[in-house]
T-cell receptor
Framework: AQKITQTQPGMFVQEKEAVTLDCTYD???????LFWYKQPSSGEMIFLIY??????QNATEGRYSLNFQKARKSANLVISASQLGDSAMYFC???????????FGTGTRLQVFP | AAGVIQSPRHLIKEKRETATLKCYPI?????VYWYQQGPGQDPQFLIS???????DKGSIPDRFSAQQFSDYHSELNMSSLELGDSALYFC??????????????FGPGTRLTVT
């Protein structure tokens, strides 16, 4: 079974609008972490936001917020007030237990149009 | 703020050659991770080091080896290169306390092309 599922291969959003990128995960470990990364066409992998499984509040970083719904095993990324520079591939990832490795989803390509 | 540094940024090698990729973590970060991202794919974890010791291992081929040095920089050595090794290789680092222990910050990547 897929550990991280991103069901939206591509998304379009108009500038200044908010957009939600979906991510569901599968783990039986009570301790885990969820991450979102942005990968522009230039290739670098930019860390956006992190949510621990025991964190009581949803993580927020500027225009990014993580909508963490533990019972549904979902960790959607919400980008508010989209900008043209937000156009990129977005990856959801998970770390389980005491392991180091991040398991990535297949990504969602976001296009912001004027 | 200082970021993860990787060198070289681009590398072209022929089949059966060797390659060495270098990674310099963010200052005061003690854990280094290596990932491989093939064309159009998501990154795959290779190996990680904490305080110069291997801490976790993923799908790293036996032809590859890595180590972390006393100054915390890391090198990924790749031998008998194959066409399928062509990929973007990322190094990431994480810190020593609080949430920074979990947050992995990636470098810009080394694009390896094997011909």
């Amino acid at each position: 079974a897929q550990k991280i599922t991103q069901t939206q291969p591509g998304m379009f959003v108009q500038e200044k609008e908010a957009v939600t990128l979906d991510c569901t995960y599968d783990t039986s470990d009570p301790s885990y972490g969820l991450f979102w990364y942005k990968q522009p066409s230039s290739g670098e992998m930019i860390f956006l936001i992190y949510q621990g499984s025991y964190d009581q509040q949803n993580a927020t970083e500027g225009r990014y917020s993580l909508n963490f719904q533990k019972a549904r095993k979902s960790a959607n990324l919400v980008i508010s007030a989209s900008q043209l520079g937000d156009s990129a591939m977005y990856f959801c990832a998970m770390r389980e237990g005491n392991t180091d490795k991040l398991i990535f989803g297949t990504g969602t390509r976001l296009q912001v149009f004027p | 703020a200082a970021g993860v540094i990787q060198s070289p940024r681009h590398l072209i090698k022929e089949k059966r050659e060797t390659a060495t990729l270098k990674c310099y973590p963010i200052p005061r970060h003690d854990t280094v991770y290596w990932y491989q991202q093939g064309p159009g794919q998501d990154p795959q974890f290779l190996i990680s080091f904490y305080e110069k010791m291997q801490s976790d291992k993923g799908s790293i081929p036996d032809r590859f080896s890595a180590q972390q040095f006393s100054d915390y920089h890391s090198e990924l050595n790749m031998s008998s290169l194959e066409l399928g090794d062509s990929a973007l290789y990322f190094c990431a680092s994480s810190g020593t306390s609080g949430k920074s222990v979990y947050e992995q910050y990636f470098g810009p990547g080394t694009r390896l092309t094997v011909t």
